[in-house]
């Protein structure tokens, strides 16, 4: 039984992170839209953020964006803004 719950809860923080990855690619695509990128250029810049390609700093300052903006424009939550960059044409 105890492997089981091992497997489960691996399991659900794997998909914690994956959730906040997708989090923070939306709110990059979003900014990148306000910037006047286009909806394809904006998901090819916002695809890279957890990569090998992409520097740890720029990482953090996206996630540290995304958290603002989560806080200031949707009560702290993930998955509005994650619906409205959908609506946006995000790829996620």
Not at 15 to 32: D, G, H, I
Not at 51 to 62: F, G, K
């Amino acid at each position: 039984m105890l492997p089981i719950l091992i497997a489960v809860l691996v399991w659900l923080a794997a998909l914690k992170v994956a959730q906040r990855k997708r989090f923070v690619r939306a709110a990059e695509f979003l900014s990148r839209l306000e910037a006047g990128e286009t909806v394809s250029d904006a998901n090819a810049a916002s695809s890279l953020l957890f990569t090998r390609h992409c520097p740890d700093d720029l990482r953090s300052l996206a996630t540290e964006r995304a958290n603002r903006e989560a806080a200031i424009n949707y009560n702290g939550k993930q998955m509005p803004l994650i619906e409205f960059a959908l609506s946006k044409g995000f790829e996620g």
